[in-house]
């Protein structure tokens, strides 16, 4: 099984700054046939289902903020919030599906300093 | 808007079948576009795939749960289930159903991708 792990378990920012969230693959999830990375980001606020923010580890889904972006390649990948606005308090998962069994990271915790 | 509801019971008692129904609501569960889902998340820990169903029946699952699962496909109802036997405390989470996405090459043997949209979840307790 590939394995998901993220950096840090948490981080509080301040509004306006940048947090940066990093999740690492135990395998590369780049299909050498198309050149993608089979990697997705979530956030989850609390008492809500995950949402979809990102999809091929940079493609941005259709109505999220562009202050979310996502990168990175083959192990390493990271999701990036360039102004933390009060509605981005939320937990952050990454999920790989290049390989089943599908696998999520533990999730990385935002909050506001 | 597509959306996906779960429902089903909140308690099952040890040793007994977890059966839950996601009801799909603006959209065809027919499509050839995408797969359907379960994913649990246990109370404060992370997110795990259960398996997921095509249109057609064929299943995937994850092979630490494939011994007690069965997700089965109703396009007539719009609806799809899921069955979960010989339950533990262990199994006690908020479970979701979701749409995955078909990609094109996929993992070895499926083209299951990104889930989107996801259910607003229910919890499920197992305790006697």
């Known amino acids: 099984d590939i394995v998901l792990t993220q950096s840090p378990d948490s981080l509080a920012v301040s509004l306006g700054e940048r947090a940066t969230i990093n999740c690492k693959s135990s395998q590369s999830v780049l299909h050498s046939s198309n050149n993608k990375n089979y990697l997705a980001w979530y956030q989850q606020k609390p008492g809500q289902p995950p949402k979809l923010l990102i999809y091929w580890a940079s493609t941005r889904e259709s109505g999220v903020p562009d202050r979310f972006s996502g990168s990175g390649s083959g192990t390493d990948f990271t999701l990036t919030i360039s102004s933390l606005q009060a509605e981005d308090v939320a937990v952050y998962h990454c999920h790989q599906y290049y390989s089943s069994p599908f696998t999520f990271g533990p999730g990385t915790k935002v909050d506001i300093k | 808007q597509l959306q996906l509801q779960e429902s089903g019971p909140g308690l099952v008692k040890p040793s007994e079948t977890l059966s839950l129904t996601c009801t799909v609501s603006g959209g065809s569960i027919s499509s050839s576009d995408y797969y359907w889902g379960w994913m649990r998340q246990p109370p404060g820990k992370g997110l795990e795939w259960i398996g997921s169903i095509y249109y057609s029946g064929t299943t995937y699952y994850n092979p630490s749960l494939k011994s007690r699962v069965s997700i089965s496909i109703d396009t007539s109802k719009n609806q799809f289930s899921l069955k979960l036997n010989s339950v533990t405390a262990a199994d006690t989470a908020v479970y979701y159903c979701?749409?995955?996405?078909?990609?094109?090459?996929?993992?070895?043997?499926?083209?299951?991708?990104?889930?989107?949209?996801w259910g607003q979840g229910t919890l499920v307790t197992v305790s006697s």
């Open positions: 979701a749409r995955p996405i078909v990609v094109v090459p996929g993992a070895l043997g499926n083209r299951i991708g990104w889930f989107d949209p």
